[in-house]
């Protein structure tokens, strides 16, 4: 019998080393990453976990209902970051990019038709921010010099304040992923929805890397992307949306 919490890891480790190789996750881990381009970053995600948030609050069937955790949410731990970067008025400086507003399309296109995956959209981010997202959040708080307890709130759980937290939390996400009784079919339909959600945060870091290449200029781009290049797979791409 499959458990879905190993089908996901299993079924997107090859989406995963695909995203932390893409050109933006390459810069950002090598402290290349600026204020105008985090700030974007962040004004996207601001708009992804609304979206998803709303989505996983409203949810109306017991399986769903389960996998919403009020404590990983990340909407308010952005916008506290906005106000940081943008100032107080930074809800109307910030729009989603397009490759953000297909990823939101989804979002909604499935709370309505088939809730049950967003659960796939719940694990690709959550999961990864109390992963990966933990050493990103001391790169560049010490890439852009932030003063003490500004710029990162992204990336704080107050709820889960230390590492053992997060990882017992993590351990609990996925036994909650493993006791939900889903049968192999909604198994598969879950992880192929969460390589899409890999490749939708794909494509939004893909759409800050012009700015990024500017920035940094040719030479330093071409050395960072070349290096350690994974099987070059192109992403699947999102299916055209209507926005
Ligand atoms: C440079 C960028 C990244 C690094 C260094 C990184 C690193 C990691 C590490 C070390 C883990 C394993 C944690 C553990 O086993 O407890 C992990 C897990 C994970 N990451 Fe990333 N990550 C990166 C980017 C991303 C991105 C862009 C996403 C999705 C948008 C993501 C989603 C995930 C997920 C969903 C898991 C959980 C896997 C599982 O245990 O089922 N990561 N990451």
Same mark, same amino acid.
């Given at each position: 019998m499959t458990v879905l919490s190993l089908a996901l890891r299993e079924g997107t480790a090859e989406a995963h080393t695909l995203a932390e190789h893409t050109a933006f996750m390459k810069c950002f881990v090598r402290g290349l990453? !600026?204020?105008?381009? /985090?700030?974007? =970053?962040? %004004?996207?995600?601001? /708009?992804?976990y609304t979206a998803l948030e709303a989505a996983l609050a409203s949810a109306t069937s017991d399986r769903l209902g389960a996998m919403y955790f009020p404590e990983l949410n990340r909407s308010g731990q952005l916008a506290e970051d906005l106000a940081f970067y943008y100032g107080d008025n930074w809800r109307d400086q910030i729009t989603p990019l397009t490759a953000t507003r297909v990823y939101l399309s989804r979002i909604h296109d499935l709370a309505q038709s088939n809730p049950l995956l967003l659960i796939a959209h719940s694990y690709t981010r959550y999961m990864g921010d109390l992963s990966g997202g933990q050493a990103l959040s001391k790169i560049v708080r010490s890439q852009l010099a932030l003063p003490e307890g500004k710029g990162t %709130? /992204?990336? $704080? =759980?107050? %709820?889960?304040? !230390?590492? $053992?937290? #997060?990882? %017992? /939390? #993590?351990?609990?996400?996925?036994? !909650?992923l493993d006791s939900l009784g889903l049968d192999e079919d909604a198994i598969a339909r879950i992880v192929k929805e969460a390589n899409f959600a890999f490749a939708l945060n794909c494509n939004l870091m893909h759409a800050l890397e012009p700015e990024l290449k500017t920035t940094i200029g040719d030479q330093v781009w071409q050395s960072v992307v070349i290096e350690n290049q994974p099987s070059r797979r192109e992403h699947p791409r999102p299916a055209a949306v209507a926005v």
């Open positions: 990453i !600026t204020p105008s381009l /985090f700030r974007q =970053f962040l %004004a996207n995600l601001y /708009f992804v %709130a /992204f990336y $704080e =759980f107050p %709820a889960l304040p !230390t590492p $053992e937290d #997060k990882k %017992a /939390f #993590k351990q609990r996400y996925r036994e !909650t």
